[in-house]
């Protein structure tokens, strides 16, 4: 439990908290192992954390990638995605796909289409607070290393 509320300001633990959170039910010392190693890396990195700098742009920017049949066990892949507002992180989730992909290339769709609707809530939330109109979104893929531009555009009607 602990170490899920560390999440909230350490995400790049997130993938190993995870992990290890997959096998409460039926813990072995391999798991133990695992949790006392995130502990260790905390001890030894005490300072690192967010960092939310004052002045950044403000264009919405995010990531997303797959890892094809990670899981050893039922083949799933672990999807992640982050997205940033100008330099400040702002949303990341990272989860086991429901289903089992074919494909490299199937495993990324699924964690574009996870990271493209985060992003999509993200912007109406923005247009809600009624500042913004039009929304510039970078999107990247980090496994294919290709680059989309989408400008979002909204009118009162």
């Not at 695992?34 to 005490?46: A, D, N």
């Not at 920017?61 to 094809?68: E, L, M």
């Not at 100008?86 to 949303?91: D, K, N």
Request: net charge positive; proline share 3%; with cysteine.
């Amino acid at each position: 439990e602990s170490l899920m509320y560390l999440t909230a300001s350490r995400p790049y633990i997130m993938f190993a908290v995870c992990a290890c959170a997959r096998h409460q039910v039926t813990p072995k010392d391999c798991h133990l192992h695992s949790v006392k190693r995130i502990f260790r890396y905390l001890k030894g990195h005490p300072k690192l954390g967010l960092w939310y700098p004052k002045a950044s742009p403000f264009d919405l920017v995010a990531y997303s990638n797959s890892d094809y049949g990670g899981a050893f066990q039922d083949r799933k892949s672990t999807i992640g995605g982050s997205q940033f507002l100008g330099r400040r992180l702002i949303s990341w989730q990272c989860k086991k796909q429901t289903i089992v992909a074919t494909s490299t290339t199937e495993a990324e769709y699924v964690a574009a289409a996870s990271c493209y609707g985060q992003v999509l809530w993200i912007q109406n939330q923005l247009l809600d607070y009624g500042e913004i109109s039009i929304l510039s979104c970078k999107y990247w893929n980090d496994e294919s290393l290709t680059m989309s531009d989408v400008i979002f555009v909204y009118s009162d009607i």
